[in-house]
């Protein structure tokens, strides 16, 4: 863990368990959607993506 990580957000934190921990319980749709187009591991933008579709269909 970088001195950075401390700093960020966690969904942007060095750490894909910490984002994807992020991603489980996030509710913000905007991020959700930026997650799930730009993070560099696909399992983590899979999980936003599903999130999102959660969040659209409750």
Do not use: N
Request: aromatic residues 6%.
């Amino acid at each position: 863990m970088s001195l950075k990580d401390w700093i960020v957000p966690k969904y942007l934190h060095s750490s894909p368990k910490v984002r994807m921990k992020f991603v489980e319980k996030s509710r913000d749709a905007r991020i959700l959607k930026q997650v799930s187009e730009s993070d560099s591991d696909s399992m983590i933008r899979k999980a936003a993506t599903e999130r999102l579709e959660l969040l659209k269909s409750s």
